[in-house]
């Protein structure tokens, strides 16, 4: 989870690689709508990510084995709707970094919807998780491989 641009696309794959997991891009999950009016350069209302988080948890409960799916989820209450479609437990993995070090990697991508100009509203929307959503949080402000190394430590810590 985590603000656009902060990584969750290229963390999710390779975790879901290290792990033998399933990765989904939850871009894949919006309806054509939310695409559209994103790609226009408007922020979403939370009307129009209900169904999009709805469909995020529901992708999590139809998971066989460990499935991994990126979403920004950036607040408490689409977290715990994601929960609730998911019924069985979720770990949110919270990609977290500067707002100039996203906009950089944001202005370096090509072929993506979201553009950089919405990197604002996604930071004033952000709620950090709490201490009771047991979340990882990790520093995106080191090479990929030490942030996947990260992630899978502290899974692995917490099942043990």
Same mark, same amino acid.
């Given at each position: 989870?985590?603000?656009?641009?902060?990584?969750?696309?290229?963390?999710?794959? &390779?975790?879901?690689? *290290?792990?033998?997991?399933?990765?989904?891009? %939850?871009?894949? /999950?919006?309806?054509? #709508?939310? !695409?559209?009016?994103?790609?226009?350069?408007?922020?979403? &209302?939370?009307?129009? *990510?209900?169904?999009?988080?709805?469909?995020? %948890?529901?992708? /999590?409960?139809?998971? #066989?084995? !460990?499935?991994?799916?990126?979403?920004?989820?950036?607040?408490?209450?689409?977290?715990?709707?994601?929960?609730?479609?998911?019924?069985?437990?979720?770990?949110?993995?919270?990609?977290?970094?500067?707002?100039?070090?996203?906009?950089?990697?944001?202005?370096?991508?090509?072929?993506?919807?979201?553009?950089?100009?919405?990197?604002?509203?996604?930071?004033?929307?952000?709620?950090?998780?709490?201490?009771?959503?047991?979340?990882?949080?990790?520093?995106?402000?080191?090479?990929?491989?030490?942030?996947?190394?990260?992630?899978?430590?502290?899974?692995?810590?917490?099942?043990?």
């Amino acid at each position: 989870m985590g603000v656009a641009g902060c990584g969750k696309s290229s963390v999710g794959e &390779t975790l879901a690689a *290290r792990l033998g997991a399933v990765y989904v891009d %939850g871009d894949e /999950l919006h309806p054509p #709508e939310n !695409i559209t009016k994103m790609s226009r350069g408007e922020p979403l &209302t939370d009307e129009d *990510r209900w169904p999009w988080l709805t469909r995020v %948890g529901r992708s /999590l409960a139809s998971a #066989e084995g !460990i499935r991994i799916i990126g979403c920004s989820a950036l607040k408490r209450r689409y977290r715990d709707l994601i929960r609730h479609e998911a019924v069985s437990p979720v770990v949110f993995v919270h990609l977290s970094g500067s707002r100039d070090l996203i906009a950089g990697r944001m202005a370096a991508r090509t072929g993506h919807f979201m553009p950089t100009s919405l990197l604002d509203s996604q930071f004033a929307a952000l709620e950090l998780p709490e201490a009771d959503e047991q979340a990882i949080t990790v520093d995106i402000g080191q090479p990929l491989e030490a942030v996947v190394a990260k992630i899978a430590t502290s899974l692995e810590e917490r099942q043990s």
